[in-house]
Nanobody
């Protein structure tokens, strides 16, 4: 079983940047595709981005394309979500998720982190 720990959330002004990290506790990530999701108050959780095991394939929601970048380090112990040009509507709890199946995907993730709050002020 994979335990995921997110970090890097916080309060930032509109137009600013944050980088979220997702670490696998006690093991490497290289056998898993990883996704980022977010959930704003009163809304359903939505897909943000995903990355393949090798890091060569990525997928983004239209709402973040061109502003957010998902990546993973060479040792594949951490997956990052670089968020630039943040908007108030990006405010949400951000979750990372991992799954050993498939290449990239917007659904079917077996393992989830506890989430990290991102707040963008206008």
């Amino acid at each position: 079983q994979v335990q995921l720990v997110e970090s890097g959330g916080g309060l930032v002004q509109a137009g600013g940047s944050l980088r979220l990290s997702c670490a696998a506790s006690g093991r490497t990530f290289d056998g898993y595709r990883v996704g980022w999701f977010r959930q704003a108050p009163g809304k359903e959780r939505e897909f943000v981005a995903s990355i393949s095991r090798s890091g060569s394939v990525t997928d983004y929601a239209d709402s973040v394309k061109g502003r957010f970048t998902i990546s993973r380090d060479n040792a594949k112990t951490t997956v990052f979500l670089q968020m630039n040009t943040l908007k108030p509507e990006d405010t949400a709890v951000y979750y990372c998720a991992a799954d050993p199946r498939g290449v990239v995907g917007r659904t079917q993730y077996a393992y989830w982190g506890q989430g990290t709050q991102v707040t963008v002020s206008s």
